[in-house]
């Protein structure tokens, strides 16, 4: 399996962003305000491709976060034929800047003076697209907003596949979520397409949005195991999908972000951090990738900082030990032969697939945080590390061919993550069909 370098930003353009600021009442705002609506479209338009050319697409949507939900865009892509048009961060990030000029804030209705200038750019950039709407992966999302308001101002449909509150037990979801959906933003888009019964339970207990509005259609990017179950890879590669210190904390995540200084699975994540890096540097003949979602900022500073007392140096470090960011989790998965992971549906996609899959359940996940774990009660389908050396022991027993696929009953996955029985995609594809030839 080859891997390509990582990619200089997972999310966004630092370069570009960084400039953000010293537009805020920059003059040049009132400039391109004063540029007829249809030329903006046009240079935006420049900036936007599609993820796969089809001449016999029967939808055009544009698509937003689309780096945060690439298996699911790939499901997505593969099994219908929407053309899914994807809109940069950095230049949705832009546009909502420079609609937000000083004379629009110092109005009492600053909002609905941004929406509706934008509602207008929108609407002509969809005209010079041919698209249908618009899609994007979290119902909550800050910055979403004022494009979901814009798009009901001009009768645009707007999709989101929300791609979060997968891959937990019902219990387990409503303790780590339910206390925080009395804080999230309402969804002002069409509809939610969401991947399981549980999660939609949740959101229609606590009141979220009106339910007719929240569809169960399952996540697409299972979709992409079901028609692809292969026999587990020959090849000894061993995938650890590295986690955030605030998996399953979203208190603490709202209020010191995703890598806080103090707090969070700060000693788990630095013992299987170096357990993985032993056990490459003790089996050469074993590729090891540490897979994050991106290996930048702060979580980069985090696994260098666990990497190093192992290591002594980054750049010393043994050929068959591989940190990526830029390959999807797909991919990883279907050239693994063990998995280990925290709080993430790549652990039960690694099931999927007939592939031995590793929780590390010590340290903080069986003290303090052990109510932040999403899967407890059920997780006999898993090897359970409830220490550092039961970790070594289980990396060992893969080692030496020991480590057997655990068997699996279909009432689990239905229980933690929905359909997957292949048609995900295809459910959401009617979904989007009906609504935007409605």
């Known amino acids: 399996m080859k891997f390509s370098p990582l990619r200089n930003s997972t999310v966004l353009r630092p370069q570009i962003l960084a400039l953000l600021p010293s537009f805020k009442d920059s003059y040049i705002k009132v400039l391109l305000k004063r540029l007829p609506q249809s030329f903006l479209a046009s240079l935006i338009s420049t900036t936007v491709k599609p993820r796969t050319n089809k001449a016999d697409a029967s939808i055009r949507l544009f698509v937003l976060d689309h780096t945060r939900f690439r298996d699911d865009l790939v499901a997505l892509d593969r099994f219908t034929d929407i053309e899914f048009c994807l809109i940069p961060n950095w230049v949705q990030r832009w546009i909502t800047a420079f609609i937000d ?6 109005s009492k209705d600053a ?5 509706k200038y934008l509602s207008g750019l929108l609407s002509k950039l969809s005209d010079a697209r041919n698209t249908a709407g618009f899609l994007s992966c ?12 814009a798009c009901a101002d001009m009768n645009i449909p707007f999709f989101c ?3 979060e509150m997968v891959g937990a037990e019902p219990h387990q979801m409503n303790r780590i979520w339910g206390n925080q959906i009395k804080t999230w933003r309402k969804f002002k888009g069409s509809l939610i397409m969401i991947a399981t019964d549980s999660a939609k339970k949740m ?3 606590h009141n979220y949005i009106d339910p007719d509005k929240i569809i169960v259609t399952g996540a697409p990017r299972f979709d992409l195991v079901h028609h692809n179950k292969s026999k587990p890879s020959k090849d000894k590669l061993l995938v650890f999908f590295s986690f955030p ?3 399953g904390q979203p208190d603490l995540r ?20 170096q357990v993985v890096a032993r056990f490459a540097i003790d089996h050469p003949d074993i590729t090891v990738i540490i897979r994050p979602k991106w290996y930048a900022s702060a979580w980069k500073k985090e696994i260098d900082g666990a990497l190093i007392p192992i290591l002594a140096k980054l750049d010393k470090k043994p050929n068959n030990l591989i940190l990526i960011d830029n390959v999807g989790a797909q991919e990883c998965l279907s050239k693994a032969g063990a998995v280990i992971s925290l709080n993430s549906t790549t652990g039960v996609e690694a099931l999927m697939y007939g592939i031995p899959s590793i929780l590390p359940h010590y340290h903080e996940a069986i003290d303090e945080l052990k109510d932040n774990l999403l899967i407890t009660s059920d997780a006999e389908p898993f090897y359970v590390a409830r220490s550092e050396v039961e970790l070594s022991n289980h990396l060992n027993n893969y080692a030496s061919g020991n480590l057997p696929a655990k068997a699996v009953v279909d009432s689990f996955y239905q229980n933690i993550i929905g359909p997957a029985d292949g048609q995900s995609s295809a459910r959401v594809q009617n979904l989007i069909t009906n609504r935007t030839c409605s």
Not at 101 to 106: H, L, M, V
Not at 111 to 115: E, F, H, K
Not at 254 to 273: A, D, E, Q
Request: net charge positive; proline share 2%; aromatic share 14%.
């Open 138 to 149: 979290g119902f909550y999302y800050a910055q979403n907003h004022e494009w979901e308001l």
């Open 101 to 106: 000029d000083q004379c629009s804030r110092q």
């Open 111 to 115: 909002l609905g003076l941004r929406v």
């Open 161 to 163: 596949l929300h791609r």
């Open 254 to 273: 709202i209020k010191s972000g995703t890598f806080p200084t103090t707090g969070g699975f700060r000693n788990l994540f630095r013992s299987v951090h």
């Open 245 to 247: 210190l605030t998996t």
């Open 203 to 205: 959101l229609t207990h």
